[in-house]
């Protein structure tokens, strides 16, 4: 499984997840490497959460959705 890899974006897109075909916000893109090297993307499919997370468990990846700013002021 090491061949694959979910990627979260910055910035949801609104289109279809071409896992469950349903147009929705698309939060994960699954990189497909080269099954021998490991080293070259063979190819790529945007997965919305629920798909991007599902398939992540499969895999046994864990993604990370957020990130903490710390020390904001409104000096």
Not at 32 to 50: E, I, R, W, Y
């Amino acid at each position: 499984m090491d061949a694959f890899k979910i990627v979260t974006f910055q910035n949801p897109s609104y289109k279809k997840c071409e896992s469950c075909d349903r147009v929705k916000d698309i939060f994960y893109r699954c990189e497909m490497m080269d099954a021998k090297t490991k080293t070259m993307l063979c190819g790529s499919f945007d997965l919305c959460n629920v798909c991007g997370e599902n398939f992540a468990d499969v895999i046994g990846q864990k993604v990370v959705r957020e990130r903490k700013v710390g020390g904001f002021t409104f000096d």
